[in-house]
């Protein structure tokens, strides 16, 4: 299965629908004599359903006008004449797919990850409408934000970057403590004459003194 992204912006989209040409594919007399695209009646009852939730921005996507929610995509308007509502989590999803009416969003023939065509009698059902897209916006909002292209990779060359640094700093840590040990051993080396000398005048001081008093008289 595929997500929105990918093959949606490749595929011809069907040319949008009156509510009469959609009753007359169906065998029905349409009603009314205005003939409002079907899209824009769709369009204009989920506008009504979000205009009192919050984070909510509309813009076009694929050709569709699509409602998204702290930057995640909640919902959209299908080029054949349908409300879909993206729905991540499983249980909501097969709850909706267990709906009389209710089918997977496929894009050709690729149905794509977590959507759902409501059924189309949802339109006219206020309640059940508004249900299912309130709780695409409330795991819309719960989703993680998404961080742009240019902010990853910005991300991926600073981390590059404190990586080479702190290698550079353990390298430099190795060189200080090679350059350490030699010096310490030499100290050491020094030290341990030092006290050789200290113990060899304390013997023989005696003996000199001696020496020398022997030959003054």
């Not at 079907?38 to 996507?61: C, G, Q, T």
């Not at 065509?117 to 934000?145: T, Y």
Request: net charge positive; aromatic share 6%.
């Amino acid at each position: 299965m595929e997500d929105l992204q990918g093959s949606a912006s490749r595929t011809a989209l069907p040319e949008p629908l009156t509510r009469r040409a959609r009753a007359e594919e169906k065998g029905t007399p349409g009603e009314g004599e205005h003939e409002m695209p079907i899209l824009d009646e769709l369009a204009a009852r989920f506008d009504e359903m979000v205009e009192d939730l919050r984070a909510v921005a509309k813009r076009r996507m694929f050709g569709c006008d699509a409602w998204f929610a702290g930057g995640t995509i909640f919902g959209l308007i299908w080029q054949e004449g349908r409300i879909g509502v993206r729905l991540p989590d499983e249980a909501a999803f097969a709850e909706l797919m267990g709906t009389p009416g209710a089918e997977p969003w496929r894009v050709g023939t690729k149905p794509m990850s977590h959507w759902v065509l409501v059924p189309e009698a949802f339109v006219d059902d206020e309640a059940a409408l508004r249900r299912w897209i309130e709780r695409a916006h409330a795991l819309a909002l719960a989703a993680p934000p998404k961080v742009k292209k240019g902010a990853r990779r910005k991300a991926g060359a600073e981390g590059a970057r404190a990586g080479a640094a702190k290698k550079t700093a353990a390298a430099k840590g190795v060189a200080a403590v090679q350059r350490t040990v030699p010096s310490t051993a030499a100290a050491k080396k020094v030290a341990r004459a030092g006290a050789s000398k200290r113990a060899a005048a304390k013997t023989s001081g005696p003996k000199a003194v001696a020496t020398t008093a022997g030959r003054s008289r």
